[in-house]
């Protein structure tokens, strides 16, 4: 019998799709191995459960606009344990990635499951957890929980565990070396874009029209903007609206720069090498930026509520201009990420296995 997975994640217009992404990567990964997982989510405005569907996992769905929070976590444990006890089978793993949960919901959560693994990168809430997993860049990575977690938590830190889908590895492989020369550029903030940097960004279009490019805008299914921004798009040659794409990496391998905002989003750019100037759209990005602008694989043009279309065409014209730094750019981003293997996630997989049987909190 397959091992079950229970995974508390949401998305929504303004918690982003990011969670639910990650958790989907590693799902993906879990699948591989033999388990089965199962998501529990609110139905937020702008929530993803169809989408979760649509990559073959159920989900559990819970029908509340309200989001989550540490002042209203009564509902959302009682639902969760009462999905728990009703599987006819203890489930082997938790895995929650949400800002809104701490160490009291997992510890009430605790006698439903048999280890727990918390999803984090804000390294602002104590947890319960068995293994704590954090993708970001950070000065003190482990300093940062030394007490925000259980001494024998297992903690998992740095881009090099970093959830991908296995179409980066593929495009990882087959990777063209970039010249500097930018002919096809990439926008992408996030699939909901809650400050709508991806506007600001079509709008700088206008002032490079001498310039020969063709460009990729990428939004999800929840953007508030969706349809403005098709409006838009429709008025500008050689420019292409995706929405809502299982073909990430392949615009990132054919791209020459990209706009994006930070996060996972930001390491997967630079797995793949492309160059890219980063527009901070969250406290919780602000520190990985300037890490990575000072490591040179980035450009951090700071605070979204300092950008506007002129300073997003400034960028452009700054980077078309700079072959030699978008190529070299684009090589510290390779070598920073060739700690990267393939197997990251498999290996995730096994500090999970490893964790069943050796770091009991009974």
């Known amino acids: 019998m397959e091992d079950i997975v229970l995974i508390r994640a949401d998305a929504s217009e303004e918690i982003g799709t990011g969670h639910v992404m990650r958790c989907l990567a590693l799902a993906d990964e879990l699948k591989r191995h033999g388990h089965?997982?199962?998501?529990?989510?609110?139905?937020?405005?702008?929530?993803?459960?169809?989408?979760?569907?649509?990559?073959?996992?159920?989900?559990?769905?819970?029908?509340?606009?309200?989001?989550?929070?540490?002042?209203?976590m009564e509902f959302d444990v009682q639902f969760t344990a009462d999905i728990a006890l009703n599987l006819g089978v203890k489930p082997k793993w938790m895995i929650v990635d949400h800002y809104g949960i701490d160490e009291q919901w997992e510890a009430r959560i605790r006698p439903y499951i048999e280890k727990l693994l918390v999803i984090d990168d804000l390294a602002n809430r104590r947890h319960h957890?068995?293994?704590?997993?954090?993708?970001?860049?950070?000065?003190?990575?482990?300093?940062?929980?030394?007490?925000?977690?259980?001494?024998?938590?297992?903690?998992?830190?740095?881009?090099?565990y970093l959830l991908l889908r296995s179409s980066f590895y593929t495009e990882r492989r087959k990777l063209r070396e970039r010249t500097g020369q930018i002919h096809r550029l990439l926008m992408f903030f996030g699939g909901s874009d809650p400050t709508n940097e991806t506007t600001k960004a079509i709008d700088a279009l206008k002032e490079l029209s001498m310039y020969d490019l063709t460009v990729d805008v990428v939004?999800?299914?929840?953007?508030?903007?969706?349809?403005?921004?098709?409006?838009?798009?429709?008025?500008?040659?050689?420019?292409?609206?995706?929405?809502?794409?299982?073909y990430m990496a392949e615009l990132i391998a054919a791209a020459d720069f990209a706009l994006g905002?930070?996060?996972?989003?930001?390491?997967?750019r630079c797995y793949l090498g492309l160059p890219s100037s980063v527009t901070v759209v969250a406290d919780n990005q602000l520190e990985a930026a300037r890490l990575a602008n000072q490591m040179?694989?980035?450009?951090?043009?700071?605070?979204?509520?300092?950008?506007?279309?002129?300073?997003?065409?400034?960028?452009?014209?700054?980077?078309?201009?700079?072959?030699?730094?978008?190529?070299?750019?684009?090589?510290r981003s390779l070598e920073l990420m060739n700690s990267h293997a393939e197997t990251s996630g498999s290996q995730v997989i096994k500090e999970l296995s490893f964790a069943a049987h050796f770091n009991d909190f009974q």
Request: hydrophobic content about 40%.
């Open 261 to 268: 905002a930070g996060g996972v989003a930001m390491w997967e």
């Open 129 to 160: 957890a068995d293994v704590l997993l954090d993708q970001n860049l950070a000065r003190d990575p482990g300093g940062r929980y030394r007490d925000l977690v259980p001494d024998k938590c297992k903690l998992l830190l740095g881009p090099s």
């Open 296 to 331: 040179g694989v980035i450009w951090n043009s700071g605070w979204y509520g300092q950008m506007n279309s002129l300073k997003y065409a400034d960028i452009l014209k700054r980077a078309i201009g700079a072959p030699e730094e978008m190529r070299a750019m684009s090589n």
């Open 36 to 72: 089965q997982s199962l998501f529990i989510c609110r139905a937020l405005k702008g929530h993803m459960v169809e989408y979760i569907k649509t990559r073959g996992f159920n989900v559990y769905v819970m029908e509340t606009e309200d989001p989550l929070s540490l002042e209203n």
């Open 219 to 246: 939004i999800g299914h929840s953007h508030r903007f969706k349809e403005e921004i098709k409006r838009k798009c429709e008025t500008i040659d050689r420019l292409t609206l995706h929405i809502q794409i299982e």
